[in-house]
């Protein structure tokens, strides 16, 4: 999300998460999990630099779950500073340990900790995250002597998530949490559609979306400023390749246990996605959570300033409903 409401965020400059809508803050009770974590960082073929994120520990013997963070410049904690705090993806590790599961949680390359993995956090693509996480589940394997490691992939994350999983053995199962079942042009313009705000710019926002689906850059300078940073130049081709993937057909060709998890307020991807993701593999187990939105916070007013109200409270916690979903399929899970 950028501050000018717009639709779709992937990298750095291009925002948080992909949200229509403008962060207001609102306040809300306070019951927010703590943790300490250890620090972890890899070297990994490709990235220039190391690799960072925070291993928390489940005890001895825990099986164990890596969490790949969404869109924009969203950090291992789950924090983004264009409007997400509160640390969804730290709670969300100390929510698991209570339930004897372990997490890592990491940064992608480029950003935060993991910054001197390539010089440009915007020259990258769907399929070097997929091979960074193929890398942290091989070392995660070896520091733990773990037999696999589950895969939790959030929003965009889950997309990820489900491209490292075509080519990784080690895999226990894929925990894809708010992630998109349609392509992610699709999910984009219905964003646009779904924000009455965005009424000016749509036009202009649709035509772009059309031209990178089909494979074309474009010269941004005619767009709306509202629009520049969204479609700048040097993020059109991390978008022409996101645009690329069809997550129900990678939903379909993976081979394994699988939990589509779904928020029923969220406003970046809906419950389509997630019946789309279901229907790809019958086998998949599928989680509705009422009243949770794209950020797993649950959301006390009406309507979409209510929601996106949440993302910058710190002070409102995930849902516990979340943890229990994610865990309930772990810990049911024959080990390994």
């Not at 998460?17 to 927010?32: F, K, N, Q, Y």
Request: net charge positive; charged share 15%.
């Amino acid at each position: 999300m950028n501050r000018n409401g717009l639709a779709w965020a992937g990298l750095a400059s291009r925002g948080a998460v992909g949200l229509a809508a403008v962060v207001t803050a609102m306040s809300g009770p306070a019951a927010i999990a703590q943790e300490r974590g250890e620090e972890v960082a890899i070297e990994a073929p490709g990235p220039q630099g190391p690799l960072a994120g925070t291993m928390t520990s489940g005890g001895a013997g825990a099986p164990i779950v890596i969490i790949i963070p969404g869109s924009g410049p969203t950090d291992r904690n789950g924090d983004n500073p264009l409007g997400v705090s509160g640390g969804i993806y730290r709670q969300l590790a100390a929510g698991l340990a209570a339930r004897g599961i372990a997490s890592v949680r990491i940064d992608k390359r480029g950003m935060f900790g993991s910054r001197a993995a390539v010089p440009d956090p915007n020259k990258v693509k769907i399929a070097d995250y997929a091979g960074d996480v193929r890398s942290w589940i091989g070392v995660i394997r070896k520091r733990t002597g773990a037999p696999c490691v589950w895969v939790l992939g959030h929003s965009e994350g889950g997309l990820v998530a489900l491209v490292a999983a075509q080519s990784a053995p080690d895999i226990c199962g894929l925990l894809l949490v708010s992630a998109m079942g349609r392509r992610a042009a699709d999910v984009m313009r219905a964003q646009f559609r779904a924000n009455p705000a965005n009424a000016p710019v749509l036009d202009q926002a649709l035509t772009a979306i059309d031209s990178l689906e089909a494979g074309r850059t474009f010269d941004p300078a005619g767009l709306h400023p509202a629009l520049a940073a969204l479609f700048a130049a040097k993020v059109q081709p991390y978008l022409i390749d996101m645009f690329s993937y069809d997550p129900a057909r990678l939903a379909a060709a993976w081979k394994g246990p699988m939990l589509v998890l779904q928020g029923a307020l969220d406003l970046q991807v809906s419950l389509e996605d997630a019946s789309i993701l279901k229907n790809a593999d019958l086998s998949a187990k599928l989680v509705t959570i009422p009243g949770v939105n794209h950020v797993l916070k649950p959301v006390a007013g009406e309507g979409r300033a209510a929601n996106v109200a949440t993302y910058r409270d710190a002070s409102i916690a995930i849902d516990p409903a979340v943890v229990d979903g994610i865990a309930t399929m772990v810990l049911a899970a024959p080990r390994k």
